[in-house]
């Protein structure tokens, strides 16, 4: 089976709660108030566009502002999903993935 052919789960990053709230040093994102796609154990998901995006820690966030969005998000792709609303979550940036 192609990357492309894998469910949608299958090509998501999942991130801890707990990883995902602890503040951290350096370059960092911070994503606050938003509603997050979560796994029933909690883990908030970054969809891979590319299979080795998983290893390099990126992938775009599950989430957003409006709570409206992001049921209609788990709806579509992913119904055993929770959305959940997140205070601050806290993402490393790397400056070099914008050159």
Request: charged share 30%; glycine share 8%; aromatic share 12%.
């Amino acid at each position: 089976m192609s990357y492309r052919e894998k469910p949608y789960i299958e090509k998501c990053r999942k991130v801890s709660l707990e990883k995902a709230t602890t503040p951290i040093s350096g370059f960092v994102e911070i994503v606050k108030d938003s509603y997050w796609l979560t796994t029933p154990n909690g883990e908030i998901l970054y969809y891979c566009m590319q299979e080795g995006d998983m290893t390099k820690g990126k992938g775009s966030r599950q989430c957003n502002a409006r709570k409206e969005v992001a049921e209609g998000l788990r709806d579509k792709l992913y119904p055993e999903g929770i959305v959940k609303q997140i205070p601050f979550v806290y993402n490393k940036h790397d400056c070099r993935d914008y050159y």
